[in-house]
Nanobody, 115 residues
Framework: EVQLQAFGGGLVQAGGSLRLSCAAS????????LAWFRQAPGKGREGVSC????????YYTDSVKGRFTISRDNAKNTVFLQMNDLKPEDTAVYYC????????WGQGTLVTVSS
């Protein structure tokens, strides 16, 4: 059974930091690119960041560049999203995602940034 379980959301003041983790099981983690998406209240889901399967290349949407860092630990089948200098507009449910020949989604974790 494929599982992607996200942790680390919570309430933080603007300017603060959070680190999201997503633990995966049930598929060959090393073969999959990994991503974080988010969905703010009343808005559609948007891609935040992704990291490639083999060479660690990363991508960030413009609004988080310089503030967020994605990383992966293949030994622990875990992907991370370090979020610094959080802003109220970062408030959303954050989802982890694994994609290759198949696409897997985890459950979300809520991040709330107060002003």
């Amino acid at each position: 059974e494929v599982q992607l379980q996200a942790f680390g959301g919570g309430l933080v003041q603007a300017g603060g930091s959070l680190r999201l983790s997503c633990a995966a099981s049930g598929f060959t983690f090393d073969d999959y690119a990994l991503a974080w998406f988010r969905q703010a209240p009343g808005k559609g889901r948007e891609g935040v960041s992704c990291i490639s399967a083999r060479d660690g290349r990363t991508y960030y949407t413009d609004s988080v560049k310089g503030r967020f860092t994605i990383s992966r630990d293949n030994a622990k089948n875990t992907v991370f999203l370090q979020m610094n200098d959080l802003k109220p507009e970062d408030t959303a449910v954050y989802y982890c995602n694994a994609f290759a020949e198949r696409v897997y989604w985890g459950q979300g974790t809520l991040v709330t940034v107060s002003s």
